[in-house]
């Protein structure tokens, strides 16, 4: 069965991997896209994903402007260290060709609820960003954790030291506040985070692969993702490549047998020194979790798949 598919993105480099992969999988019928703040603002986020689709020969798929800041803000600045990760434009510096496409007049949580409500147990959400969209989602239609089918999200760590500081990872680190809501809500979780995307890692060994194509998405691609792994070459020079966090996500959603889980529901510190940090809650240690997190991946299995996949998608367009 086809399942139905909303992507949540803060449209850098690896949302933008995340949604080639999206596309290039038949197991799941992309319906739309949420855009957020995070790697960039709210509407470049937006106008990234739109020429993204175009250039992937998707240009049907509706992009929604979604949250332009966290929940307890009023407004949003993009940091340095994702400009130096992302480029000023998200995506590397690349420059895409403009598109026409208008952004719908429905919000993006209105958007979110009413396919929960249409489509129930077939939807599949995966926020690769701030959980700000969803938490408003869940906060303005409760019965959404009881109808949905399952919502896999990039963030979080567990297992491993986080990326913001020693214990929270940068997307939990954007409004701990929503994440919080989401963690708590008792929808259906699993979390992708550190713990596993850091394992998962691509090489200029696979970007001269795209290039090879010879095709207009293939070197996009291949320029954005060299940019992504000259930044890791300065912020996390021991791995070797780039980490494809987004990108699991996804590919975790459609198969999660690609990992190993923990069953755990966990809560997100929203104060002190731990501000955004992932960790089990002990008030509900005892109850059926219904969060697990992912603490080990098949690596070689999922980058083989993830090259097939994008390679084939590439040549194509």
Known sequence: MTRKLILDLDTGIDDALALAYAIASPEVDLIGVICSYGNVVVAQAV???QQLLAL???PHVPVYAGAAHA???SDFQVLPVSQQIHGRNGIGEVHLPAVTASTPQQSAVDFLIAATQQYGAELVVVPTGPLTN???AIQQYPSLVDQIGQITLMGGALTVPGNVSA???ANMAQDPEAAQVVFTSGAPLA?????VTLRTLLTKQETARWRTLNTASGTAFAEMVDYYIKAYAVTSPDLGGCALHDPLAVGLAIDPSLAQWLALDLTVATTGATRGRTIGDLKRLTA??????AVQVAATTYLRRFMQRLSCLFAQN
């Open 47 to 49: 106008a990234n994903t």
């Open 56 to 58: 992937l020969g998707q």
């Open 71 to 73: 929940s307890t803000q």
């Open 134 to 136: 969803l938490a408003a």
């Open 167 to 169: 214990t929270t990872e």
């Open 191 to 195: 979390m992708v985070g550190l713990d």
């Open 288 to 293: 059926t979790p219904r969060t697990k997190v």
